[in-house]
C-alpha cells in the first residue's frame, strides 16, 4: 500500500531483544546520570544568606550624583536623553531664578528627571553621555515592583541625598 503523503514510513520494525524489553540499560543509564549530578556542585544560591560574584562591568540602578558642595550636578543638558537607545529618560529643563544664580553653579537645572526603568535596558550610554558626571548605574538591582507607576522613578528617587542636609540633623 502506497503512502498518500510524501512522509517517510519505517519499512519494518525489528523484535525487542530481552535486554531491551527489561529496560535495564536504560533504567542503569538513567541513574549513572542521577548520580554524577549528585556530587556536582549545585547550581542554585541561597540568595539572601549568599551573594552571587557579578561581573566586573555589572550595571545597575542609575543614581543622579552631587558634586563636593552638595549641589546638583545635572544641568539638564539633555545628552543623557538623547544617547538613550530604548528612550527610557525624560527630562524638562528649566532656569533658576534670579537671586538663586550665587547658590549653583550652572544657570539651568532639570526640573524633571524621569528615568522609565521598565524600557531601561542598562546599557550606561547615558553615564558616558553626560559631561558633568551627574548620572552613573551603581551595582545595586533596582527593586522589584507591582505597579508600573512603581518602575518609573523621579528626580527625588534617583537624586544621593545632600551630604551637608546629614550634617545638620
Not at 524600557?119 to 551627574?134: L, M, N, Q, S, V
Request: aromatic share 10%.
Amino acid at each position: 500500500m502506497q503512502a498518500l503523503t510524501n512522509r517517510v514510513q519505517p519499512v519494518d520494525r525489528r523484535p525487542l531483544t530481552l535486554w531491551e524489553r527489561m529496560y535495564l540499560p536504560a533504567i542503569f543509564k538513567g541513574m549513572l546520570i542521577t548520580f554524577k549530578h549528585i556530587f556536582q556542585k549545585k547550581a542554585t544560591v541561597s540568595y539572601p544568606e549568599e551573594k552571587r560574584p557579578f561581573s566586573p562591568v555589572f550595571r545597575g540602578l542609575h543614581i543622579l550624583n552631587r558634586d563636593e558642595e552638595g549641589r546638583e550636578r545635572c544641568t539638564a543638558c539633555g545628552l543623557c536623553a538623547v544617547a538613550c537607545p530604548a528612550e527610557a529618560i525624560t527630562m524638562e529643563a528649566a532656569e533658576r531664578k534670579p537671586g538663586e544664580e550665587h547658590l549653583y553653579r550652572e544657570e539651568k537645572y532639570a526640573a524633571r528627571y524621569e528615568i522609565n526603568m521598565l524600557r531601561c535596558i542598562f546599557c550606561g550610554f547615558c553615564e558616558e553621555a553626560c559631561p558633568k558626571d551627574a548620572i552613573y548605574l551603581t551595582e545595586t538591582f533596582a527593586p522589584a515592583n507591582f505597579q508600573r507607576k512603581g518602575f518609573i522613578y523621579g528626580k527625588d528617587d534617583l537624586l544621593i541625598p545632600d551630604p551637608k542636609a546629614k550634617q545638620t540633623v
